[in-house]
């Protein structure tokens, strides 16, 4: 299948990446298809993850998988919105989908892994956030071509993105528990 072969390269371009090889982008598809698939891949696996979370009580209905599928997606609109303030503030010489499309794929490696360590050690989430940092870190400094610090203020802007939309976003639309008399 194409598609998970996509999943495989790059995993090997986010392996060249970290080793800061010359040639990590030939591992991903820097182009509109490319990230069609990895919008696919991202979508496939958080409706995974979901009925994962749910296999307990049962799949949710249509309405509840769209609702944590939109919810899944923030972390992309995160990555997105990261991406797009950085590349305001500190112009760098990497493309937008040169930052975007290996962003999606660390952000379903973090789905994955997420999704695993949360049904069977939720504490060691932190680390896992610890290890998307990271990996932002990298993606910033190859993929942009930015300095040091730009590179750790980008891996910061976005994780806090990412932690803090949907604790935001739960706050203004979650249960309200009614006033006492």
């Given amino acids: 299948m194409k598609i998970f072969a996509a999943l495989r390269q790059a995993g090997l ?3 060249a990446l970290i080793r800061n090889d010359v040639d990590w982008a030939r591992h991903f ?3 509109l298809p490319g990230l069609v ?3 696919a891949l991202f979508a496939f696996f958080a409706l995974l993850s979901v009925a994962l979370a749910s296999a307990e009580l049962g799949l949710p209905p249509l309405s509840g998988l769209l609702i944590a599928l939109l919810v899944q997606s923030l972390s992309i609109l995160a990555l997105a ?3 797009l303030v950085t590349r305001r503030m500190v112009p760098g010489q990497g493309a937008f ?3 975007f ?3 999606v794929y660390a952000l379903i490696a973090y789905l994955i892994a997420g999704t695993i360590l949360s049904l069977i050690a939720g504490p060691v989430l932190i680390l896992l956030w610890a290890g998307l940092a990271f990996l932002l870190f990298c993606l910033a400094r190859r993929a942009g071509g930015y300095s040091i610090g730009v590179s750790a203020a980008f891996a910061a802007l976005t ?3 990412l932690v803090g939309m949907p604790v935001t976003l739960y706050m203004l ?3 309200v528990a009614a006033p006492t008399p």
């Fill in 159 to 161: 994780m806090v993105l």
């Fill in 13 to 15: 371009g986010w392996i």
């Fill in 37 to 39: 698939t990895a919008l």
């Fill in 97 to 99: 989908l040169a930052l």
């Fill in 101 to 103: 499309v290996p962003g």
């Fill in 173 to 175: 639309f979650g249960p």
């Fill in 29 to 31: 598809a820097l182009s």
């Fill in 81 to 83: 919105i990261g991406i």
